[in-house]
């Protein structure tokens, strides 16, 4: 992807009466794509390890940003990422490289690849991994070759199969493969997806473009994945969306939490398109239906297609990746959740960025959207279990969750009520907002009647300053809207105007037939990712608490709504810390 991006966040205003305030802030990254020439190679000397996470993938130091290339291979996950070896700021990116055999303990790699030929001499950008008949990965990637940012498709290969880790990459000297043609924005072309193979034989990929303001995925076919032929039209296009992204696309079953490798040419399946917008920072899903004989791509008439449609995840959470892991047959999903402080902060701490928790994902019995829920090995982290059942929280109340380490914890818990009576009515001015604006105009602390909610995290013991993530329940003529939210905007007592701290927010499409919420919050030093109703809406923030950290974290459960909520099942854990050896000299890189 395009990944000229500061970490340089705006203010937003407390009230957010629409959502052309938050694209005009690009999720809180400056939409120049500025960069800091001064600043991209200052050697980190002193790391900060206040708000480091504990168990959230990120190296030692330095710069991150998208996940690349994310595959199993002879009983190994590879992950690669946009890295810069030099500094906390984006420049001098390498595909770093790490592997694992739990998805959880990381082993780092020396980089996988670097700028070093004339088909990438300005950059090497994102792309992604497919294993060829054979056994054989081969990557796709985007390399720069001027100073124009003039953008192409090269490819690189193990130099050795016999490698456990596959340590070594090699880029043949017959790249690129795929250059832009005159009907094609050659500054704007970006991100290869996996491959998949079709019925006739051929090899298909995408790729992220614009056109004006259209934005596309342009299909190229090839019998041998090395000589592509770019399909007439785009697989799909939306007017008015911008540059896209990113691109992810693969089959989803109807029924089941089963994955399905991206070439999948069974029954009983719909597709799902994934783009990342870069004018708004946030990713956007669809679920509908491939036609493989006119190579289009049709979104269901229940799937919004454009800037109202669904997230994969409502927070900070961009440039996301998926692989199917044929070990347990599931699809997963990585993304990467930049920081929401300012480049000098980071410059100070000496790194920036981190990959959220891989997500299993499937597809709703509903067949209207995603689920998505962290892999099951990171359970094996879990200690220090407490537990809370049958309380009940009346309007104003607040349990706080002892036992456990609050600033590196997993809380799981189901809330339940016994009437949807006192849901607050949706005021009808809402309903072109997002729901981001919503969650800013009713906070936690705004009393309703069914909810706020929730969670209190990484707060300080006298709530001076917290991070809620919680529901709100409103009725809207015949039905409810049930309202997630994670709001930053109490989370530090940082005054820094410059700081990004949203009420992000997205609705929850359940029927609440059993009058009962479900909420997991993976909580982690400057992180909170949070699944409601089993992972059918999903929200990450990145928060900096100047008092709640370390010891002097706490977590509460609160009900600031009118009707009375239980807590029917409470578990929560401190979280311990993979292995994540980071050791290796990248002064040769």
């Known amino acids: 992807m395009d990944c000229f991006k500061k970490s340089s966040f705006f203010p937003l205003p407390f009230l957010l009466l629409c959502f052309s305030t938050i694209l005009s802030f690009n999720n809180g990254i400056n939409a120049s794509h500025e960069i800091f020439p001064e600043l991209q190679s200052t050697n980190t000397v002193d790391v900060k390890n206040a708000h480091r996470t504990g168990y959230h993938f990120q190296p030692p130091k330095n710069w991150i940003n998208d996940p690349n290339g994310p595959m199993y291979y002879n009983g190994v996950y590879h992950l690669f990422y946009q890295y810069n070896p030099y500094g906390s700021v984006w420049g001098n990116i390498v595909w770093a490289h790490s592997v694992s055999t739990d998805l959880i303990n990381w082993i780092p790699l020396e980089p996988a690849i670097y700028q070093s030929e004339v088909f990438d001499k300005y950059g090497t950008w994102s792309g992604s991994a497919t294993i060829l008949p054979g056994n054989k990965p081969i990557i796709l990637y985007t390399g720069i070759v001027d100073a124009n940012k003039t953008q192409v498709q090269n490819y690189a290969i193990p130099a050795d199969l016999s490698d456990p880790f596959l340590r070594k990459w090699i880029k043949p000297d017959d790249n690129p493969l795929i250059v832009a043609d005159i009907t094609i924005n050659k500054t704007q072309f970006r991100d290869p997806t996996t491959g998949w193979l079709g019925q006739d034989g051929y090899w298909r990929t995408l790729i992220g473009s614009v056109w004006g303001n259209k934005g596309l995925t342009i299909l190229y076919k090839s019998r041998d994945f090395m000589k592509w032929t770019k399909v007439q039209h785009p697989l799909h296009s939306v007017e008015g ?69 669904l997230r994969l995840d409502y927070g900070n959470y961009y440039a996301s990746k998926s692989f199917y892991d044929p070990s347990k ?70 349990i706080e969750v002892k036992g456990i380490t609050p600033a590196q914890a997993d809380v799981e818990v189901t809330f339940s009520f016994s009437s949807l009576d006192k849901a607050e009515p949706f005021d009808p001015n809402w309903a072109d907002l997002y729901a981001q604006d919503v969650c800013a105009i009713k906070a936690s602390t705004v009393q309703g009647g069914l909810g706020p909610f929730g969670l209190l995290t990484l707060a300080s013991k006298n709530l001076e300053e917290y991070t809620p993530v919680f529901f709100r329940v409103f009725k809207a003529q015949n039905k409810y809207k049930i309202l997630m939210c994670s709001d930053a905007s109490r989370s530090t007592l940082e005054n820094d105007k410059t700081m990004y701290k949203p009420s992000f927010a997205g609705y929850v499409d359940v029927d609440l037939a059993d009058k009962k919420l479900s909420l997991r919050s993976l909580i982690d030093h400057s992180v909170v990712e949070s699944f409601g109703a089993g992972g059918k809406t999903c929200i990450i923030s990145r928060v900096y608490p100047t008092l709640a950290i370390y010891d002097n974290a706490h977590i509460f459960v609160f009900n600031n709504g009118t009707e009375t909520i239980k807590i029917e099942s409470l578990n929560a854990w401190s979280m311990s810390k993979p292995k994540m050896n980071w050791s290796l000299d990248h002064s040769s890189y």
């Open 241 to 309: 969306t911008g540059n896209w992204e990113c691109p992810d696309f693969f089959p989803v079953l109807l029924q089941g939490t089963n994955g399905l490798d991206a070439s999948y040419n069974g029954k009983h399946i719909k597709h799902v398109l994934k783009v990342s917008l870069d004018i708004t920072r946030f990713e956007y899903y669809t679920v509908g239906k491939y036609d493989k004989k006119k190579d289009r791509y049709i979104p269901d008439n229940t799937s919004i297609d454009g800037w109202k449609g």
């Open 329 to 398: 047959n599931r699809r997963i999903m990585w993304g990467w959740s930049n920081e929401s402080d300012t480049v000098n902060d980071d410059v100070k701490k000496g790194w920036a960025g981190i990959q959220t928790i891989p997500r299993k994902l499937w597809l709703d019995p509903s067949g209207k959207q995603l689920v998505q829920w962290p892999v099951e090995e990171l359970n094996r982290l879990r200690e220090k279990k407490v537990q809370l059942s049958n309380r009940k929280l009346k309007k104003g109340d607040k």
